[in-house]
């Protein structure tokens, strides 16, 4: 079989020969491979290198390497200068603080459409939706208006504005929901929280982090950690491995989880080949079942070469169909018009898979990989299943921070045993005693014993028990010595030695954060005389320190949800992807049953900062303060609070505001137009009522006119009347007069 340079096996072969013998030879390529990564002297080695970090992240390194002395000769742990060796967790202090920074960091996964279809669905709805509010516009104020084909429904856009609004920040059709919900989904049915707080302690401890993501045999995808410290790979260039040709790990297995690749007799061999080696018996007697053995998995990324023809069908229609690798070096011309088979090949690139029982031949489970991710308009493209990033990559080279900060652990730990060692041994004064000024003193009765003197040893307990110190500045000879003192104290060296010591200790502490970019603000010690700004100032130096860390979490998280919906458009082919989920932003769970269209749409996939609890503080704070002055309504408030996207709820919040006081301003012009309407109408109607007023008093006048007329008139008339009645009346008097005197004067003559 033929090789490459490099003694990979050739590619360019039909895909059917690459069987056994193809994948042992490139197993052998890659264990010997120089420009690669693989534990192959010592298949333990990079992980105890692992381990060795993991344990200072811990605070539990072995503490063996801080029990020497100078001359290298161990410390007896009875004696009275042992030490004690309990490592002082400094390093696991400063990590958890770095992880708790990172995982404050939330997204939120967006999905755009851009294939033909989804684009031209997505142009369809917006139209209509359009056309809707325009129709809304034109019908308003008439009968039309509540017909329900151009009525608003909940969730569609009021007007021109909004639905612009809506648009510009990301008009989402349901396929792009289901795609969205679909990685909503995976991602919490697999702990995405959990997954990533592993692979951020990954990036700081060892300056790698991953994800190995698959379909189990119930159609669910899964997706984990994945391991690095036993990581196999090729030579790549790039941070994220993209341009690696391998990807694999040496892991331990037991050998009766080999038995569905192997009969009893190939068993017995893989444990007589293990014996004695990663903890197994040195002796095999038939019972595989102690027995482990390290297995080398890999993936690779190999090009399959397709032949197909062309030929005219007996309809006289084209057919291109698939033909045999022989073919492939007959070349087809597509512009030849011809009957006649003409053949073409095209390449493309397949992840296969094989695994190696290390330390023999055996080789299992090879061949292509199953369920690969490729994208709808990169049918030629693939992807590995493992999902790698590092942070400070040179060549083939990482290191992460807690492995830098541990020569500093090692160094802080051993001046904390000087310093106990110091201590267990440290006289801080003495007390100088001159006797020859303490012997025959005379202090006390002549009828003592001592015949009034004390003792040296008297003195001593005198002035211990009393804390008095009584001497005299004369001598025998009566000479004055005024700087004399029979017992003195003096400070010894060790006292300053600890300060110097623990000088260093503060000084190593620095260093550490320093290295790690925190400082003591973030790490909840602020100056109490600091100001708010340089405080900011230290949160920013320390997101500046985390940034690449910080990078490196965000494109793996956004590689792991670009892989979930690659598997989940191969899932919904082979079967239902259903589950139950948490919406984001609230406890409600709902259920969700993908669809099954999803499989021929391709997204582009992009992650946006969550609001942080600030953010979402203040803008609560603002909706506050608005609904108090009567610009919100209940559905405004609930729109906000389920927008996800600060921007957008931000958006959302002032043109809800700004409707409500376009509104409020035309009903104070309605009210204004209103009132002076009503001001006219009432002007018109007291002039109105003036004229009336008017009239009905010029109607008065004339009636009272014509009633005094008609009364002068009757006065005339009853004037005339009286004047004519008198007339009469004297008239009649007159007549009376004479008659009654003639009567008078007939009835004289009579008498």
């Known amino acids: 079989m033929a090789t490459n340079f490099n003694g990979f096996p050739d590619d360019m072969i039909d895909p059917r020969l690459k069987g056994k013998e193809w994948f042992y030879k490139h197993s052998e390529a890659v264990l010997n491979n120089p420009n690669g990564i693989v534990p192959n002297s010592d298949y333990y080695y990079k992980s105890r290198e692992i381990n060795e970090i993991k344990s200072y992240a811990q605070g539990r390194q072995d503490t063996n390497r801080y029990k020497r002395t100078p001359l290298g000769r161990q410390i007896a742990g009875e004696s009275w200068l042992a030490t004690d060796f309990t490592p002082i967790a400094i390093i696991p202090k400063i990590r958890e603080m770095l992880i708790s920074q990172l995982l404050q960091r939330e997204f939120d996964v967006q999905a755009f459409a851009v294939d033909p279809i989804s684009l031209a669905e997505e142009d369809t709805e917006f139209t209509k939706m359009k056309l809707k509010v325009l129709a809304r516009d034109i019908a308003k104020g008439t009968p039309l208006q509540d017909n329900p084909a151009i009525k608003r429904m909940t969730g569609e856009a009021e007007d021109l504005e909004s639905l612009e609004l809506s648009k510009e920040f990301g008009y989402k059709s349901t396929m792009t929901m289901v795609a969205e919900d679909a990685i909503s989904m995976v991602l919490q049915q697999n702990d995405i929280d959990e997954k990533r ?385 948490r919406a984001l932003g609230s406890q409600a769970v709902k259920f969700l049953k993908i669809n099954p269209d999803i499989s021929n749409r391709e997204y ?18 603002e909706m506050q303060t608005n609904e108090a002055k009567g610009l919100l309504n209940p559905m405004d408030i609930i729109i906000i609070s389920e927008t996800r996207n600060i921007k957008m709820a931000w958006r959302y919040l002032a043109k809800a505001i700004k409707d409500a006081q376009e509104d409020i301003h035309r009903r104070q012009i309605e009210m204004q137009q209103q009132q002076s309407n009503g001001n006219m109408q009432v002007a018109i109607e007291a002039e109105k009522a003036k004229r009336e007023t008017l009239k009905l008093q010029g109607q008065i006048e004339i009636q009272k006119e014509t009633v005094k007329g008609q009364w002068q008139y009757y006065i005339e008339q009853m004037k005339k009347g009286s004047d004519i009645d008198e007339a009469n009346v004297h008239a009649n008097a007159k007549v009376l007069s004479s008659r009654i005197i003639a009567s008078a004067k007939s009835a004289s003559a009579s008498l």
Not at 360 to 371: A, I, Q
Not at 606 to 620: G, I, S, W
């Open 197 to 581: 707080k592993q692979n951020i302690e990954s990036l700081i401890d060892a300056g790698i982090g991953g994800y190995d993501i698959w379909i189990d045999a119930q159609n669910n995808v899964r997706f984990d950690a994945c391991e690095t410290s036993s990581l196999v790979c090729s030579y790549a260039s790039k941070n994220d491995f993209s341009d690696a040709a391998y990807i694999g790990n040496i892991e331990p297995m037991m050998v009766s989880d080999l038995a569905q690749w192997f009969d009893v007799d190939d068993l017995a061999k893989i444990c007589e080949s293990a014996k004695g080696e990663y903890d197994n018996p040195r002796f095999f007697d038939n019972n595989i079942a102690p027995f482990k053995v390290m297995v080398l998995n890999v993936n690779l990324i190999s090009i399959d070469t397709q032949a197909y023809k062309r030929e005219i069908n007996s309809k006289g229609n084209d057919d291109v169909l698939k033909v045999d690798f022989k073919y492939t070096s007959e070349k087809y011309n597509p512009r030849e018009a011809t009957t006649t088979p003409k053949f073409a090949t095209i390449n493309r690139k397949s992840v296969y898979k094989y695994s190696r029982v290390m330390g023999t031949d055996f080789m299992f489970n090879y061949g292509p990989k199953e369920n690969q991710g490729r994208k709808v308009s990169k049918w030629w493209d693939v992807k590995f299943d493992k999902i790698l990033n590092t942070w400070n990559k040179y060549r083939m080279s990482w290191v992460g921070l807690t492995e830098r900060l541990i020569p500093i652990a090692d160094r802080y730990q051993l001046v904390w045993q000087k310093i106990q060692n110091i201590d267990a041994k440290t006289i801080p004064y003495v007390m100088n005693v001159n006797f020859s000024q303490l012997e025959n003193v005379i202090w006390g009765a002549s009828t003592d014993a001592n015949g009034g003197k004390w003792t040296p040893l008297q003195i001593m307990d005198f002035i211990m028990q009393n804390y008095t110190a009584v001497f005299r500045t004369e001598d025998l000879n009566e000479n004055e010595r005024p700087n004399f003192s029979p017992v003195t104290f003096s400070q010894t060296p060790q006292l300053a030695m600890i300060a110097e010591l623990t000088g260093e200790l503060q000084f190593l502490i620095s260093q550490i954060y320093d290295i790690s970019g925190l400082n003591q603000g973030v790490a909840g010690n602020p100056d109490s005389k600091m100001l708010t700004t340089g405080l900011q100032m230290q949160q920013q130096a320390t997101n500046n320190a985390l940034y690449l860390m910080s990078k490196a979490d965000e494109k793996l998280y956004l590689n792991l949800c670009e892989a979930i919906f690659l598997k989940v458009q191969i899932a919904v082919k082979r079967g239902n992807v259903e589950g139950y989920v």
């Open 604 to 621: 582009a996939i992009f992650l946006k900062d969550a609001p942080t609890r600030e953010q979402r503080l203040a803008l609560y704070q």
